[in-house]
């Protein structure tokens, strides 16, 4: 199983960025994934996930500014975001979680105020 997460950048206060993670080696219809971002010297926090039915859920914090969606005919799950704050910075990590979890390499969010 294999997640290559791109789509990052640096952007201001206010922008908008779509990160995309593409699976490859799983049957990627059938499972959950989720989008987790990890600030320095902070936890990894889960953002965002969607599930085989594509019910989704966020973090209280981009409720409102996040939207998941995946694709399954791309194999492919999206992380749409407006109106960034300087908070988002990040590593954003995609996981697909089968017999175990599998992370993806991480594509870093710079939010400037």
């Known amino acids: 199983v294999q997640l290559q997460a791109s789509g990052g950048g640096l952007v201001q206060a206010g922008g908008s960025l779509r990160l995309s993670c593409a699976a490859s080696g799983v049957a990627f219809r059938l499972y959950y994934i989720g989008w987790y971002r990890q600030a320095p010297g902070k936890q990894r926090e889960l953002v965002a996930g969607?599930?085989?039915?594509?019910?989704?859920n966020y973090a209280d914090s981009v409720k409102g500014r996040f939207t998941i969606s995946r694709d399954n005919a791309r194999n492919t799950v999206y992380l749409e975001m407006n109106g960034l704050k300087p908070e988002d910075t990040a590593v954003y990590y995609c996981?697909?979680?089968?017999?175990?979890?599998?992370w993806g390499q991480g594509t870093q969010v710079t939010v400037s105020s």
């Open positions: 996981k697909i979680t089968t017999f175990r979890d599998f």
């Open positions: 969607i599930s085989s039915g594509s019910s989704t």
